[in-house]
């Protein structure tokens, strides 16, 4: 497909013209003395404030539990340490081959 290149016509050099301002519904709970054009930058900037507000209020009210939680977790912690408890010892026909990443290999491995 061949695009041919076309110089625009003479004294067209103005700008294009905006469209107009279509309200927002977060314009309605602005100032009606105080009309300011709401530009997508600043809708963007006022819901990504917003946005803020109320993930900093989730973190607020989520941060007594992860509190309890983290001391809980240090607990049994320290429980494990004094007991000398650990984990077992995996099984005979454990194979952690299964578990890991498959790498490409040059011949198959012929079992013992």
């Known amino acids: 497909m061949k695009f041919e290149l076309v110089d625009p016509p003479e004294g067209s050099h103005e700008p294009a013209p905006e469209p107009p301002h279509r309200p927002h519904p ?6 009606a003395g105080n009309v300011v054009p709401v530009t997508s930058l600043a809708r963007m900037r006022d819901r990504s404030g917003n ?7 989730v973190i607020a009210s989520i941060q007594p539990s992860l509190t309890r939680m983290n001391a809980r977790i240090a607990q049994v912690e320290r429980e494990q340490a004094e007991s000398g408890h650990t984990c077992g010892d995996p099984p005979d026909d454990f194979r952690p081959d299964r578990f890991s990443p498959r790498r490409p290999s040059a011949a198959p491995q012929e079992s013992p």
């Open 51 to 57: 946005h803020l507000k109320a993930l900093s209020q």
């Open 26 to 31: 977060t314009d309605a709970t602005r100032p």
